[in-house]
């Protein structure tokens, strides 16, 4: 018998189109709804009641607490489009997903957020732990219940999460230094460029610069890598009081690196330098890093597929609460490199849940 992953195949759609085409739910437009139905039709697709039955019995509510994205933090808006890309698939199976969104600045939006969270009484819980020390109290009340939780992008060890999915930040930065390598000649600086130590996510920058300082003391320690630390990226003043007099003074620099989603306010503040220090690299695809790079102000951004660690977040979970399938310690998202050639060529990628 042809299965639902199949059928969605066929007609180049994901599993949970299909799904909602079979049960009559909104959301599909005709023409591909009068598709799939045609291809049900011809495979003699007959739906399982007896199984789907027995799984409905059994509900699940999965909750998930995650930095709020605004037009200054435009990255956790991907992360979020594909958590709820899941949500629509293991809606058939029971599973309920409700997300709760906190400010990445304010560590008592994060607490705060987590109270609203317990009140929902979720089996399941994906977190992103952007503070460690409100963390440990919130993660020790979810072992404490006996609650299952994963992490999301910011990998932590010793807090009893069932997994973390998200991107290898060490291995990141190494590549970062990789293409940094091949743009600059021996004996060329590179100047790093991060925000300060108590920001939200610094487990995953700081990971992201050993990569990087690693690989050039190792691999090209004629390579000089400078440091700088700014307070406060959104502060123009602050940022090129920074900037300009280290590079005035240190004109061997001639790639910048900056290991966070707000490169394209470095790239921004480097038009007066652009000629002597030709190369910057950043991560993330947001709407503004992605102008910068079509601009040819970024050389290269670094995508940790945020799209894909939210679906996969949700999805591992629910495979876990559903079947007792217990995820991979690490679920790690590819590492891609992003130029201004290869700048959205592709569409997010879907991924079916259960066969």
């Known amino acids: 018998m042809i299965t639902i992953k199949e059928i969605a195949e066929i007609a180049n759609v994901s599993p949970g189109t299909v799904d909602r085409v079979i049960h009559n739910r909104q959301g599909v437009s005709e023409k591909t709804a009068q598709k799939i139905r045609a291809i ?5 697709f007959k739906v399982n009641r007896i199984a789907r039955s027995l799984a409905m019995k059994k509900k699940y509510a999965i909750a998930v607490l995650l930095p709020d994205h605004d037009e200054e933090n435009q990255f956790w808006k991907t ?16 599973v309920d997903v409700k997300t709760f969104a906190f400010d990445q600045n304010r560590p008592k939006s994060y607490t705060d957020a987590f109270e609203q969270l317990l009140k ?3 089996q399941g819980v994906v977190l992103v732990p952007t503070f460690k020390k409100e963390t440990k109290k919130l993660t020790d009340t979810l072992l404490k219940k006996r609650i299952p939780f994963s992490f999301l992008n910011i990998a ?32 060329d600086d590179i100047l790093t460029i991060h925000s300060r130590r108590n920001l ?27 440091h700088i630390e700014i307070d406060d990226f959104w502060d123009s003043k602050k940022v090129m009081d920074k900037i300009a007099p280290f590079l005035q003074s240190n004109t061997k620099v001639k790639g910048v690196f900056v290991p966070n989603s707000r490169v394209h306010i470095i790239a921004k ?33 670094i995508s940790q597929n945020p799209y894909q ?25 590819s590492i891609e490199i992003i130029t201004k050639e290869n700048l959205y060529t592709e569409e997010p990628k879907q991924y079916a849940i259960f066969p």
């Open 40 to 44: 049900l039709k011809e495979h003699d």
């Open 120 to 122: 929902t009484n979720p």
């Open 200 to 226: 939200s996510n610094f487990s995953n920058i700081s990971q992201r610069i050993e990569g990087f300082d690693h690989y050039f003391k190792t691999q090209s320690p004629t390579n000089i890598n400078h």
């Open 79 to 94: 992360p979020l489009e594909g958590i709820q890309k899941a949500k629509e698939e293991v809606m058939s199976f029971g």
């Open 269 to 301: 503040h480097m038009d007066h330098f652009r000629e002597n220090v030709p190369f910057l690299i950043g991560f993330d695809i947001t709407e503004h890093n992605a102008k910068a790079l079509s601009d040819d102000k970024i050389t290269f951004l």
């Open 156 to 187: 932590l060890e010793g807090y009893g999460n069932l997994s973390f999915v998200g991107q290898d930040a060490f291995k990141s930065g190494q590549l970062a230094a990789k293409l940094m390598h091949l743009c600059v000649n021996p004996g």
């Open 309 to 333: 660690q939210g679906y996969r977040s949700i999805s591992s979970l629910s495979k876990f609460l559903l079947n007792n399938t217990t995820p991979p310690t690490e679920i790690l998202s």
